[in-house]
């Protein structure tokens, strides 16, 4: 592999996918001189328009084999649902040596519809970095986001490790700190730090709209912090989501059944007034709390600078 391992540097970067993670990846790659040049995929016309207004790709294309021809680098930043249909287009352009890597939040499935579709000598690097905001769209996004972030490698064993080291140089310049992990493994732990809650966000959320003995004026009037922070989740991209959830459905299942089970341990504590229940869970989970803040975990990142 000719890309410089450590400080890898792109001459044609496709871009399949141009909103918040794929437009702040792009600025990345520009504020770094990782590249050469950017041709930006995506499915309306809209967004290929806002793309190259903003500077964000230097071409655009509604087509993945297009985008994929000449490309050294190939990155799919799209809704996990549609990986297999981008791959099965693109995959026969790419060229050996080119590297294909993601940014979708389930692993598992990530690695099940893009393998299939790489040529010999093509690698894929599974990646996800663990960033973003409720915002969408190539305005969305800003080179800070990844800063401090965690980036999450889930290679295969038959990954090429060269492609490893420069996807994850790649992360490292972004200002994210890279961590390598089992997809499987992967899957899981974002269950339970990610998707169920944004599954529990958008179930509170829904309910609340759906209250007949509460008017949507006073939902909104009268929303305390939980539940702005709540909406706030809730206001993500819902196809995206949409996919999340049936992608890493096992995963999500399982955490939803634990869930559950604590939950009635809770309705239970509440109804016989077991006050030591409630109090033990508070304290363990304010000490949670407390870890992620400690740990420079606990925004989303700088505000986004003006444009």
Same mark, same amino acid.
């Given at each position: 592999?000719?890309?410089?391992?450590?400080?890898?540097?792109?001459?044609?970067?496709?871009?399949?996918?141009?909103?918040?993670?794929?437009?702040?990846?792009?600025?990345?790659?520009?504020?770094?001189?990782?590249?050469?040049?950017?041709?930006?995929?995506?499915?309306?016309?809209?967004?290929?328009?806002?793309?190259?207004?903003?500077?964000?790709?230097?071409?655009?294309?509604?087509?993945?084999?297009?985008?994929?021809?000449?490309?050294?680098?190939?990155?799919?930043?799209?809704?996990?649902?549609?990986?297999?249909?981008?791959?099965?287009?693109?995959?026969?352009?790419?060229?050996?040596?080119?590297?294909?890597?993601?940014?979708?939040?389930?692993?598992?499935?990530?690695?099940?519809?893009?393998? %299939?579709? $790489?040529?010999?000598?093509?690698?894929?690097?599974?990646?996800?970095?663990?960033?973003?905001?409720?915002?969408?769209?190539?305005?969305?996004?800003?080179?800070?986001?990844?800063?401090?972030?965690?980036?999450?490698?889930?290679?295969? %064993?038959?990954?090429?490790?060269?492609?490893?080291?420069?996807?994850?140089?790649?992360? +490292?310049?972004?200002?994210?700190?890279? !961590?390598?992990?089992?997809? +499987?493994?992967?899957?899981?732990?974002?269950?339970?730090? /990610?998707?169920?809650?944004?599954?529990?966000?958008?179930?509170?959320?829904?309910?609340?709209?759906?209250?007949?003995?509460?008017? !949507? /004026?006073?939902?909104? +009037?009268?929303?305390?912090?939980?539940?702005?922070?709540?909406?706030?989740?809730?206001?993500?991209?819902?196809?995206?989501?949409?996919?999340?959830?049936?992608?890493?459905?096992?995963?999500?299942?399982?955490? $939803?059944?634990?869930?559950?089970?604590?939950?009635?341990?809770?309705?239970?504590?509440?109804?016989?007034?077991?006050?030591?229940?409630?109090?033990?869970?508070?304290?363990?989970?304010?000490?949670?709390?407390?870890?992620?803040?400690? /740990?420079?975990?606990?925004?989303?990142?700088?505000? +986004?600078?003006?444009?």
């Amino acid at each position: 592999m000719s890309i410089d391992t450590k400080r890898p540097h792109f001459e044609r970067v496709a871009l399949v996918g141009v909103g918040l993670i794929g437009s702040s990846l792009a600025r990345v790659m520009r504020r770094e001189g990782m590249v050469g040049s950017i041709i930006g995929c995506a499915r309306t016309e809209a967004t290929r328009a806002k793309a190259l207004e903003l500077g964000i790709v230097d071409e655009v294309t509604d087509d993945p084999a297009q985008a994929a021809t000449g490309a050294d680098l190939f990155i799919l930043c799209t809704p996990l649902g549609t990986y297999g249909d981008i791959m099965a287009a693109a995959g026969p352009m790419l060229a050996a040596g080119a590297i294909v890597t993601d940014v979708g939040s389930a692993k598992v499935c990530t690695i099940r519809d893009v393998t %299939p579709f $790489l040529p010999e000598g093509v690698a894929f690097v599974p990646a996800h970095p663990v960033a973003g905001t409720e915002h969408s769209g190539p305005e969305a996004g800003f080179a800070e986001l990844f800063q401090d972030r965690w980036c999450i490698l889930t290679p295969t %064993p038959e990954t090429d490790a060269a492609a490893v080291d420069v996807v994850a140089a790649l992360w +490292k310049r972004a200002g994210s700190k890279v !961590e390598r992990m089992e997809a +499987k493994h992967h899957d899981l732990v974002l269950a339970v730090t /990610s998707h169920l809650p944004h599954l529990i966000a958008y179930n509170i959320v829904g309910t609340a709209a759906d209250l007949e003995a509460v008017t !949507e /004026s006073e939902v909104i +009037k009268y929303s305390a912090g939980g539940f702005r922070d709540f909406t706030r989740i809730a206001a993500s991209d819902p196809v995206m989501w949409r996919d999340i959830f049936l992608a890493n459905r096992e995963a999500v299942l399982e955490m $939803l059944s634990r869930f559950n089970e604590d939950l009635a341990r809770l309705q239970r504590a509440i109804r016989w007034g077991d006050g030591e229940t409630l109090r033990d869970l508070f304290t363990r989970t304010r000490q949670i709390r407390r870890g992620i803040v400690d /740990s420079g975990q606990a925004s989303n990142g700088p505000p +986004k600078p003006p444009r």
